[in-house]
């Protein structure tokens, strides 16, 4: 069964950063492209970071280019969303997903595989 958890979610204050993981199990992260998105309350789904299988191409939406960074480590079969600089519109709750392709997909209907996701908010 292909599964996808996402960990490292909490409570921050303004400025501060989190580092959100998403760890597969029952397949092999190496053949997939992986994309981070939030979902706020009352607001729709956004993608907010996506990364290749080999990451060597990476996309970010434009509200948090610059302050955050995706990565991933095929060895531990694991991809990672550095959060720096967070501000209180970052709070939602932050899915990994998986499409059946190797590139960073920008669409988000073309995922198939979704954790339960993880909350962040960030509050002073």
């Known amino acids: 069964q292909l599964q996808l958890v996402e960990s490292g979610g909490g409570l921050v204050q303004p400025g501060g950063s989190l580092r959100l993981s998403c760890t597969a199990s029952g397949f092999t992260l190496d053949y997939y492209g992986i994309g981070w998105f939030r979902q706020a309350p009352g607001k729709e789904r956004e993608r907010v970071s996506c990364?290749?299988?080999?990451?060597?191409?990476?996309n970010y939406a434009d509200s948090v280019k610059g302050r955050f960074t995706i990565s991933r480590d095929n060895a531990k079969n694991t991809v990672y969303l550095q959060m720096n600089s967070l501000k209180p519109e970052d709070t939602a709750v932050y899915y990994c997903?998986?499409?059946?392709?190797?590139?960073?997909?920008?669409?988000?209907?073309?995922?198939?595989?979704w954790g339960q996701g993880t909350q962040v908010t960030v509050s002073a």
């Open positions: 990364i290749s299988s080999s990451g060597d191409s990476t």
């Open positions: 997903a998986a499409p059946k392709f190797r590139g960073c997909v920008l669409s988000t209907v073309l995922y198939s595989y």
